[in-house]
C-alpha cells in the first residue's frame, strides 16, 4: 500500500475518546452491585458465601461474553456492538433495582447475570481502538481505550452517595438514563476506522481460529493475572475492608478507597501502553508483575489500617494497570489483523475470568475466628510468582505482516 492508499486516520483519537466514555458507562453499570454489597448484605440475611457469588456472577458473565463480542466486533464494527451492548444491558441495571427493592437474593443473581452484558463492552474496544492506530502507537491507543475502566470507580466512589442523596430507586435509574444517553451518542457519533474491513467468517470457526493462536493463550494467562486481579480487587475491596477493619472503614469509606484504587489502575494503563511502545511490552509485563506479587505480600500480612495500607493497595493497582497496557500492547503487532477482534475477546474473557474466581476464593478461605483473608492472597502471591515466571519465558512482541 503506498503513502496516497493509506487510509485517512484523522480524527482518530476522538472516536477512541468516545469508546473510553461508553466504555465508562459499561463499567458503571457492570459494577453497580458491589459497592451496594452491604445493604444487600444486611437486609436480605446474606453470608460470605453469597455474597461472593453475589459479587462474581456478573463478572462470569461479563468474562464468558467477551469472546462473541470480540468476533462481533471485528464483523459488525465497533459503532453497532458498543450501542446494542449498551441498551442490551440497560434493562438489567433496573432488574437489579427491583431486586433490591422487594429484597430477593434470586432475583438479585439473575439480575447479576444479564448485568455482565455490560462488561463485554471492553471486547469491542480495543479492536476498534486498534483500527484507528498505526501499529507503532496501539499501545497508547488501547491505553487511553483502557481508561474506561475508571467507571469502575465511578461506580465505587458515586454509586453509594447517590443512593444516600437521591434513594436507593432513583440511583439506579439515573444509571439506567446514562446508559442510554451515551448509546445515543455512539451511534450518531461515532464511526469504525477506514482501515477497518469486516470479517465475513462464521463466528465459531472465527473463535477457533484465535485459540489456535500460540499468543492468545500466552496473553490470556498474563491477562487473567493483571486484568483479573483488579477486577476481583474492584469487586471485592469494600467487603475486604469493612470485614478485616470494620471499626476504621464504612461503607462509604470502603467506596472511596476502591474508587482510589480503581483510578490509580486506570491512570497507569495507558502509561503501561506507552512504556510497552517504547521499552518492549515483556519488560513492562515483568516489572507489573513483580509489583503486583511484591504488594500481595504485603497485604497479606494484613499491616493495620493507615497509611501503609493504602499505599500498598494504591501500588498493587497501579502494578496492574501497567500490565494491563503492556499486554494488550504485546496482543495488536503479535495477532493477524483480522483476528485482532477474536483474539482480544478472548484474552478479555481471561481476565474477567480471573476476576470471577478470587472473591469465590477469597470467601471460601476466610477464617471467622482470626478475622483473615490471609489464604486467599497468598494464593494471588503464588500465582504471581508463577506468570511471572512464565512471561519472563515468551518472546517479546513480534510484528505480524
Do not use: C
Not at 500500500?1 to 461508553?22: F, I, K, S, W
Not at 503501561?272 to 517504547?278: P, T
Not at 480471573?354 to 471460601?364: D, E, N, R, S
Amino acid at each position: 500500500m503506498t503513502t496516497t492508499d493509506a487510509p485517512d486516520l484523522r480524527g482518530g483519537l476522538r472516536q477512541v475518546v468516545l469508546a473510553t466514555l461508553a466504555s465508562t458507562v459499561g463499567f458503571w453499570a457492570w459494577m453497580a452491585i458491589s459497592p451496594l454489597q452491604a445493604i444487600y448484605a444486611n437486609e436480605m440475611g446474606l453470608d460470605q458465601g453469597q455474597i461472593s457469588l453475589m459479587l462474581a456472577t456478573p463478572v462470569l458473565v461479563g468474562a464468558l461474553g467477551r469472546i462473541v463480542v470480540g468476533a462481533l466486533t471485528d464483523r459488525f464494527g465497533g459503532r453497532r456492538v458498543f450501542t446494542l451492548i449498551l441498551l442490551g444491558s440497560m434493562p438489567a441495571v433496573l432488574l437489579v433495582a427491583l431486586a433490591g427493592s422487594i429484597r430477593s437474593f434470586p432475583l438479585l443473581l439473575v439480575a447479576g447475570f444479564l448485568l455482565g452484558i455490560a462488561g463485554t463492552i471492553f471486547a469491542a474496544g480495543i479492536p476498534f481502538s486498534s483500527a484507528w492506530f498505526p501499529p507503532a502507537r496501539r499501545g497508547l491507543a488501547n491505553g487511553i481505550f483502557g481508561m474506561g475502566m475508571i467507571g469502575t470507580a465511578v461506580s465505587a466512589f458515586a454509586t453509594p452517595r447517590l443512593a444516600e442523596g437521591i434513594g436507593y430507586l432513583g440511583t439506579h435509574l439515573l444509571i439506567a438514563g446514562v446508559m442510554v444517553v451515551m448509546a445515543l451518542l455512539v451511534w450518531f457519533l461515532m464511526r469504525d476506522s477506514p482501515a477497518w474491513t469486516p470479517s465475513r467468517q462464521p463466528l465459531v470457526p472465527k473463535v477457533i481460529g484465535a485459540l489456535r493462536l500460540p499468543v492468545t493463550w500466552q496473553m490470556a494467562f498474563l491477562y487473567a493475572i493483571v486484568f483479573g486481579g483488579f477486577v476481583a480487587f474492584a469487586t471485592f475491596l469494600p467487603k475486604y475492608l469493612t470485614t478485616i477493619y470494620p471499626g476504621d472503614v464504612d461503607a462509604v469509606g470502603a467506596g472511596t478507597r476502591t474508587a482510589l484504587f480503581a483510578a490509580s489502575a486506570v491512570l497507569a494503563r495507558p502509561i503501561g501502553g506507552v512504556l510497552a511502545d517504547r521499552f518492549g511490552p515483556k519488560v513492562i509485563s515483568l516489572l507489573s508483575l513483580a509489583g503486583i506479587v511484591t504488594a500481595a505480600y504485603i497485604v497479606g500480612q494484613e499491616p493495620p489500617e493507615g497509611v501503609l495500607t493504602g499505599v500498598t493497595f494504591l501500588f498493587m493497582a497501579a502494578a496492574m494497570g501497567l500490565g494491563m497496557g503492556a499486554v494488550f500492547a504485546w496482543v495488536g503487532p503479535s495477532t493477524p489483523p483480522d483476528k485482532v477482534g477474536s483474539v482480544t475477546g478472548v484474552v478479555a474473557a481471561a481476565g474477567g475470568l480471573g476476576g470471577y474466581f478470587p472473591p469465590l476464593v477469597m470467601g471460601a478461605t476466610y477464617h471467622p475466628v482470626t478475622n483473615s483473608y490471609a489464604l486467599g492472597l497468598w494464593l494471588l502471591v503464588l500465582v504471581g510468582a508463577g506468570a511471572l515466571v512464565v512471561a519472563g519465558m515468551l518472546r517479546d512482541a513480534a510484528k505480524v505482516r
